[in-house]
């Protein structure tokens, strides 16, 4: 009964290759997210998703796609891989509502090397 | 300067002390105020949010907001050893879900 899941759970790849990380959540959200923890435990914000649509798109190189075929599935598509793209990288959901709080979820992480 | 700052720690503790974790900022447009639990390699989970200045408390945890100082602080009283884990605080204005992270203050319980 895992509420927000992420494939795979480890990625080691090599530099210049392009990867997919795939999120799924079975809470009936509306909204998901993708963060970036870096090795210092920074957590910051990359996208977000509203019934598949792009609401939050910060200054993320357009070498990361974010893509949503439905409410449930929010995946990153990362071309061109870079050394400093290393991180473990979260997705998240939540209801939507402005004017009010709502509470993310997070899914167990992806940590992504590029050697 | 980030939006958010926040001691990293680590702070290591004694089983039964209380814990005060920290953290400032300079956007007064936040409303939200989050604090989140994250132990070694899992994700970040919800532990107490509070909306605009005051207290809340929940079990051994308090939360507090001080908007006129852009501060906000948690409060673990009788601190156990799962306890341990990184503590991340979050903001957020209104009319967004965007969450602004502070680095995150890696606590150690130890027995």
């Known amino acids: 009964d895992t509420a927000v899941s992420q494939t795979p759970k480890y990625l080691v790849t090599q530099m210049g290759n392009d990867k997919s990380i795939k999120c799924e959540q079975n809470?009936?959200?509306?909204?998901m997210y993708w963060y970036k923890q870096d090795s210092k435990k920074f957590l910051k914000i990359m996208f977000s998703?509203?019934?598949?649509?792009?609401?939050i798109n910060e200054t993320v190189p357009n070498r990361f796609s974010p893509k949503s075929p439905d409410k449930a599935h929010l995946n990153l598509h990362i071309n061109s891989l870079e050394l400093g793209d290393s991180a473990v990288y979260f997705c998240?959901?939540?209801?939507?509502?402005?004017?009010?709080?709502?509470?993310?979820?997070f899914g167990p992480g992806t940590r992504l090397t590029v050697l | 300067q980030k939006e958010v700052e926040q001691d990293p720690g680590p702070l290591s503790v004694p089983e039964g002390a209380i814990v005060s974790l920290n953290c400032t900022y300079s956007?007064?447009?936040?409303?939200?105020f989050m604090w989140y639990r994250q132990y070694s390699r899992k994700g970040p989970e919800l532990l107490m949010y509070?909306?605009?200045?005051g207290n809340k408390e929940d079990g051994r945890f308090t939360a507090q907001v001080d908007k006129s100082s852009k501060y906000i602080s948690l409060f673990i009283r009788d601190s156990q050893p799962s306890d341990s884990a990184t503590y991340l605080c979050?903001?957020?204005?209104?009319?967004?879900?965007?969450?602004?992270f502070g680095t995150g203050t890696r606590l150690q319980v130890f027995p």
């Open positions: 998240a959901s939540s209801t939507y509502g402005e004017g009010s709080y709502n509470e993310q979820f």
């Open positions: 979050a903001m957020s204005a209104d009319n967004t879900d965007k969450l602004i």
């Open positions: 956007n007064s447009a936040f409303q939200y």
């Open positions: 998703y509203n019934n598949k649509e792009l609401i």
């Open positions: 509070t909306y605009s200045s």
């Open positions: 809470l009936g959200h509306d909204t």
